[in-house]
């Protein structure tokens, strides 16, 4: 039987020698030819291509790889060609680089390949990791000896965010809710408003939206009972013209609290209620439509049944809102951090779990330029019980398009007074007796940046793993502060 296979296998290839394939594997110190020199060198590579694949060998992980692929030179150098080595540069937050060798397994024999088409080959290997500027090197062996330039070739890759169609199933994307399909549809119902449709997901109950052409027009949020995939829909008033206005939804998920993915799609104009039918073709309806006005006055019960039973259960759950505040927190945030996404949210924590009096820049900017900066932070540190430097230690947390662009957003003029707050209170953190007023809070793992890394002694709490024990805090020095002299005081809150 495989002598018969063989004699086929002869018969159908005669003379013809297999065509070189590559084998390839890690190299990177210098290649062995490099030592002795060559006569005769193969040219640089044709072309060189690099693009993310997902793995399939270590599928739980969703692996991402680089699939590199080069094309050959159809010239007479190529009969020379022993390997094609490829190195790898990350230009991430630490330099990182390795090679791989691919040995052809045999020597050319032809420019082409028999069909006429140049040698292509593609190596997968390397992972991918998300934002990150690569650097792609290629050289053919043998190369140059010592002394001379090798011909060699490269590319850069940037490799893109979790939104992209291969990235998403990174597993940072997927916790981050890369997976999640919003399906958002927007449009314009009148001058005056915006609905804003979605698909929630499993991973979370909260959502914000917001529209913004340029500045933010309107913005509203929904909390749900049950979180699964059902639509929903929401009526955002808007101040602005909103046709072809953005609307950006940030999803709250229980893995990535304010650092979730968010999303993004253009309000248009919503598709012209029909026609009214004329009244004689109406008559045809009658038998139908009593049956349909008693589903919906049914409909209309059960919905303000539900909507009065949803009130007092969320009126049961936050008891807190109603009490008066005990502790008085200043919270400092560098700029990157956005306004309304995250400081607004933590300050809303603040005032509704940890009954707390919050100071933020931004709604005292008057007393701000009549004290001068370096006054009211002097000031407003004597007169709280904690200071909270908020901190992100995430890029998707940063400042984007609805808090980056306003000239008179909040998040602007905090640009000065964080280094300025940092700056100050530094001095505190060298006595033991005085730091512990201070307070870092993160929404992810806290590793402090080296730019901040004074702060590392501070008492530092990871929202929102750590929240009951963050909130007990402020709690206790606000009774303490409070045995006398807290007086009521008006609840501002994070309105645009
Ligand atoms: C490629 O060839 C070189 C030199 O002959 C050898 O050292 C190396 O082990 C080979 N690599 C692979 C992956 O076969
Ligand atoms: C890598 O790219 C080459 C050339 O485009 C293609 O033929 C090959 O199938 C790709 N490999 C994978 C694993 O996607
Ligand atoms: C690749 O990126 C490096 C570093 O930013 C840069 O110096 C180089 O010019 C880039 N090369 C190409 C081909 O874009
Ligand atoms: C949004 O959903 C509502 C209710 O399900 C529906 O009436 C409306 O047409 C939808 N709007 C868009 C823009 O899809
Ligand atoms: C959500 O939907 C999934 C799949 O459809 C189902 O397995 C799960 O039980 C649902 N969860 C809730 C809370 O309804
Ligand atoms: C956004 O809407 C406002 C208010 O209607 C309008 O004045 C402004 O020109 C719009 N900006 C952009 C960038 O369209």
């Not at 990235?167 to 958002?184: A, Q, T």
């Not at 933590?346 to 820049?361: D, K, P």
Request: with cysteine; net charge positive; proline share 7%.
């Amino acid at each position: 039987m495989s002598l018969a296979l063989l004699s086929l296998a002869t018969l159908c290839w005669g003379a013809v020698t297999p065509e070189p394939m590559i084998q390839c594997g890690p190299e990177n110190g210098p290649s062995p030819e490099w030592m002795v020199p060559h006569p005769l060198i193969p040219g640089e590579l044709k072309d060189l291509q690099v693009e993310p694949v997902r793995s399939n060998v270590a599928m739980e992980d969703y692996l991402i790889l680089m699939n590199i692929s080069w094309t050959l030179r159809a010239d007479a150098s190529i009969f020379v060609l022993k390997a094609t080595k490829i190195c790898v540069t990350g230009l991430n937050n630490f330099r990182s680089s390795s090679c791989v060798r691919c040995n052809y397994t045999e020597a050319f024999q032809t420019q082409t390949r028999s069909s006429g088409v140049r040698w292509v080959f593609s190596y997968t290997g390397f992972p991918v990791e998300l934002n990150t500027l690569y650097y792609i090197g290629a050289h053919n062996i043998p190369s140059a000896d010592t002394n001379e330039d090798s011909p060699s070739m490269s590319v850069n890759f940037t490799s893109p965010g979790c939104l992209d169609h291969i990235m998403k199933y990174k597993r940072k994307c997927i916790r981050d809710g890369s997976l999640w399909d919003p399906s958002i549809t927007a449009c314009k119902k009148n001058e005056k408003t915006v609905e804003v449709n979605f698909t929630t997901s499993s991973l979370g109950s909260r959502y914000m939206a917001f529209i913004y052409n340029g500045t933010v027009i309107g913005h509203s949020s929904v909390e749900l009972h049950q979180s699964n995939l059902t639509r929903t829909s929401l009526v955002i008033p808007v101040t602005g013209e909103s046709q072809g206005a953005m609307v950006q939804l940030i999803p709250y998920f229980h893995t990535c609290q304010n650092d979730c993915i968010r999303r993004k799609a253009t309000v248009v104009l919503c598709p012209q209620p029909p026609v009214p039918v004329p009244l004689e073709n109406r008559k045809g309806w009658l038998p139908f439509l009593l049956p349909c006005l008693l589903v919906a006055i049914w409909v209309l019960v059960i919905g303000i049944y539900l909507a009065w039973r949803h009130e007092r259960i969320k009126k049961m759950s936050f008891p807190a809102t109603t009490l008066l505040p005990l502790s008085k927190v200043l919270v400092v945030y560098p700029p990157e951090i956005c306004f309304h996404h995250t400081v607004c949210y933590f300050t809303a924590f603040l005032q509704n779990h940890c009954r707390s009096e919050v100071i933020i820049e931004p709604w005292q900017k008057k007393k701000i330029a009549e004290l001068g900066p370096v006054q009211w932070l002097t000031a407003q540190k004597k007169a709280s019980d904690k200071v909270i430097f908020l901190l992100s230690n995430d890029a998707s947390a940063e400042c984007d398009g609805i808090c980056g662009k306003s000239k008179d957003s909040p998040g602007d003029s905090s640009q000065d007074l964080f280094p300025l707050a940092f700056n100050l209170f530094c001095s505190d953190l060298r006595s033991q007796a005085l730091w512990q007023k201070y307070m870092v809070v993160y929404f992810r793992e806290a590793d402090t940046k080296d730019d901040y890394s004074a702060l590392s002694v501070c008492p530092k709490y990871h929202l929102m793993k750590e929240a009951t024990a963050f909130c007990t805090e402020l709690l206790r020095v606000g009774q303490q502060a409070s045995k006398g002299k807290r007086r009521p005081t008006c609840h501002k809150s994070c309105s645009l």
